[in-house]
């Protein structure tokens, strides 16, 4: 039977803690920056981390 493959997009999205949480990036920090209020943007900086009932199908996505 073939190995399971990761998904590398994930792989490159996601991290897990020693806590055994999973984070990542937040999204709209890319592009179109100047209409987006400096308190927004100083938030967009911060990790966030997902949320337990998506954690399952993360780490499968991670780990296969």
Known sequence: ???MKS?????K???VTATGKIKH???YKSHILTKKS???K???RR???VDASDAPR???MILE
Request: hydrophobic share 25%; no cysteine.
């Open 1 to 3: 039977m073939p190995k």
């Open 7 to 11: 998904r590398r997009g994930a792989k």
């Open 13 to 15: 999205r996601f991290r």
């Open 25 to 27: 990036r937040r999204n």
């Open 38 to 40: 400096a308190k927004r």
């Open 42 to 44: 100083r938030k967009l």
């Open 47 to 49: 990790y966030r981390y």
């Open 58 to 60: 993360v780490l499968k």
